[in-house]
């Protein structure tokens, strides 16, 4: 497990700041028309910068989802993109970096469709989260400010989940002891994870 959750946070920490700044630019800045997204040139740029000059590809976006690509070090990633619809802190009013769920895929590495949150904050160590959809609770394993399922043999069926759900609840606690609940809506996701289905292979 400890090798896949390096993986993931190494590939999450090298997209997270050029998509963030993607989907930042998309939600400040009107929106295009329908099917038409155009990135803004400084995300864009700021995306090549974390990604070591490799800039992750809007390929589509669907509802609050959006889709990219990107080839770090000559290995094609897929992943998709969203940022809470609301967020909760308890205390209120607590600072926080933006969080953003991703749905990766990585063929090199026959990874597919590996769910992650990067929460925003420095998770309190040891403790564990849960993830919330389709009536059912998923514990999730806490890393940094990163989480992942705890059973890898459930993703599947979480996926599944969150493709037919409306939205997804995850809780968790800072290492300061501030309690969050994110809710992402999942409207466009299985959308998305079907263009990514096309577009990721080797």
């Known amino acids: 497990m400890s090798v896949r ?3 993931t946070a190494l590939v999450a920490s090298v997209l997270v700041c ?3 700044g993607l989907a930042q630019a998309q939600s400040a800045a009107p929106k295009p028309p329908k099917g038409v ?3 803004e040139a400084k995300p864009a740029a700021t995306a090549a910068a974390a990604a070591g000059g490799v800039e992750p590809t809007l390929i589509g976006q ?3 989802w959006g889709a990219y690509t990107a080839t770090p070090n000559g290995k094609k990633v897929c992943f998709a993109l969203a940022k809470p619809s609301s967020s909760k802190t308890n205390p209120p009013n607590r600072p926080r970096d933006p969080a953003y769920a991703f749905v ?3 063929p090199a590495e026959k990874v597919t469709n590996e769910v992650s949150i990067m929460i925003g904050y420095t998770l309190k160590p040891g403790s564990e ?3 919330e959809v389709g009536g059912a609770s998923y514990a999730m394993y806490t890393q940094g400010d990163g989480l992942w399922i705890k059973n890898a043999a459930e993703e599947e069926r979480m996926v599944d989940a969150m493709r037919k759900a409306a939205d997804v609840t995850v809780k968790g606690v800072s290492a300061k002891g501030t309690e ?3 809710t992402f809506s999942l409207k466009g996701l299985a959308q998305a994870l079907d263009r ?3 577009d990721c292979r080797r």
Do not use: H, W
């Open 5 to 7: 959750l390096i993986s």
């Open 18 to 20: 050029g998509a963030a």
């Open 37 to 39: 997204v155009k990135p």
């Open 62 to 64: 669907f509802g609050t």
């Open 104 to 106: 990766s895929s990585r």
């Open 129 to 131: 989260s849960t993830l």
């Open 180 to 182: 969050t609940i994110d």
């Open 196 to 198: 990514l289905a096309q």
